[in-house]
């Protein structure tokens, strides 16, 4: 066996790459995601595009080692998806109808935890085997490893770090309905909620008064020594390094890695979120290091495919 296929369900998209075992990406590609109809296309869709890669490349099912999904909703060890937001899925039993339609062997997991798992195969977590990856985009992701296998839980709900409660104070709910869940602070459309409520609080003079609030302007507004900027982002940094200091005490990475499209702020956002972790975090977990995610988009399809293996 040789070659192995990782599959990154998206709601617009699916991304697919073709893997050598040893964790070469030979080829990506992507189709379409037909949500319609309570998605019933998607799973046949995506069996469709492997069997014509296989006839492409020459490829017997006797060199494939299967097939590995990662899926935006909580998927248990059994690849069963009971609901998910954005496919049209209710219940489903991805595994075994995948196994069925391609005649390969076929693991699934939440897209959070194979993206992490993908960081630590060939990304920024490489060579660790415990770490904590959170995705900071328009909600907060991300995938705990311990000892090389992502942490699912009982409900296939592990590693859902967005929703660690870090305000009981918080009035506001979340998209999940509760309140105070980190994911109202420290997520891109969190950053520019904060950076809203921190301007209607008094008429400091600030960059942001003139520029549309979003995550990249408050840290362009922070790069530029705007003081304000800098209140805002140290307060995004209070939530995020609290929690992970919390989330640390749990499962002790080796490594924190931070991905995400408020990640692309770079190096500097780092600072604020480790001396933030480093003011809560349990004294045997203070030499965790924090790195910034490698692998963007790609991260889905490595730990898809290094899920199967």
């Known amino acids: ?9 998206g709601g617009t998209t699916v991304k697919i790459g073709l893997f050598t075992t040893e964790g070469e990406l030979l080829e990506k590609w992507e189709i379409k995601t037909r949500t319609e109809n309570k998605g019933e296309a998607i799973l046949p869709d995506i069996a469709e595009s492997l069997k014509r890669k296989m006839e492409e490349k020459g490829l017997a099912v006797q060199e494939m080692s299967g097939i590995g999904i990662g899926i935006p909703a909580p998927v248990d060890a059994k690849g069963v998806v009971q609901n998910t937001a954005n496919l049209g899925w209710g219940y489903k039993e991805v595994k075994r109808e995948m196994e069925e339609l391609t005649g390969l062997p076929v693991e699934a997991g939440n897209d959070a935890n194979v993206a992490a798992l993908g960081e630590m195969w060939l990304g920024a977590g490489k060579g660790r085997e415990n770490m904590i990856m959170v995705t900071l985009g328009t909600g907060v992701g991300g995938g705990v490893i311990v000892n090389g296998r992502p942490l699912v839980g009982a409900h296939g709900a592990g590693g859902e770090i967005g929703h660690l409660c870090v305000n009981y104070e918080e009035t506001e709910h979340c998209g999940c309905g509760k309140t105070g869940c980190l994911e109202q602070y420290a997520s891109a459309t969190g950053i520019a909620r904060l950076a809203r409520k921190r301007l209607e609080k008094d008429d400091a003079d600030t960059v942001l008064r003139g520029r549309h609030l979003s995550a990249k302007s408050v840290f362009d507004a922070l790069k530029e020594g705007d003081k304000v900027a800098e209140e805002i982002v140290e307060e995004f940094g209070e939530y995020l390094g609290h929690a992970l200091a919390n989330l640390a005490a749990v499962t002790d990475p080796a490594v924190i890695v931070i991905g995400g499209g408020v990640s692309r702020a770079g190096e500097i956002l780092l600072g604020y979120v480790e001396k ?3 003011k809560k975090a349990f004294f045997s977990n203070k030499d965790t290091e924090f790195v910034l995610a490698t692998l963007g988009n790609d ?8 899920l199967i293996l």
Request: net charge positive.
């Open 1 to 9: 066996m040789k070659y192995c296929f990782g599959v990154d369900i």
């Open 276 to 278: 933030n972790f480093q």
């Open 299 to 306: 991260a889905g399809i490595c730990g898809a495919a290094k």
